[in-house]
Nanobody
């Protein structure tokens, strides 16, 4: 069974940066298309960024140019570098496969103050 553990969230002022980390155990992130998702209070979970097994990345429009998804195959981790954070980025952030989700981790809370 695959376990996902997200970390790196916190409270940051608008314009600040955070780097989220996702540790996977039980399967290799290198052979899977991976993604970061987020869920804001009262809203549905939404896809934020994806990285294919070949390293191709995609982002939703609202984070393009500010967020960067990456992967360290040796450490079996996926990262999300978030710069120029805005209050509307406030959410619980989760990582998972892009499709055929594994069990969700607990997520990591990101709070951006104005």
């Amino acid at each position: 069974q695959v376990q996902l553990v997200e970390s790196g969230g916190g409270l940051v002022q608008a314009g600040g940066s955070l780097r989220l980390s996702c540790a996977a155990s039980g399967s290799s992130v290198s052979i899977n298309a991976m993604a970061w998702y987020r869920q804001a209070p009262g809203k549905q979970r939404e896809l934020v960024a994806t990285i294919s097994s070949g390293g191709i990345t995609n982002y939703i429009g609202s984070v393009k140019g500010r967020f960067t998804i990456s992967r360290d195959n040796a450490k079996n981790r996926v990262y999300l570098q978030m710069n120029s954070l805005k209050p509307e980025d406030t959410a619980v952030y989760y990582c998972n496969r892009w499709r055929s989700w594994w069990d969700w981790g607990q997520g990591t809370q990101v709070t951006v103050s104005s």
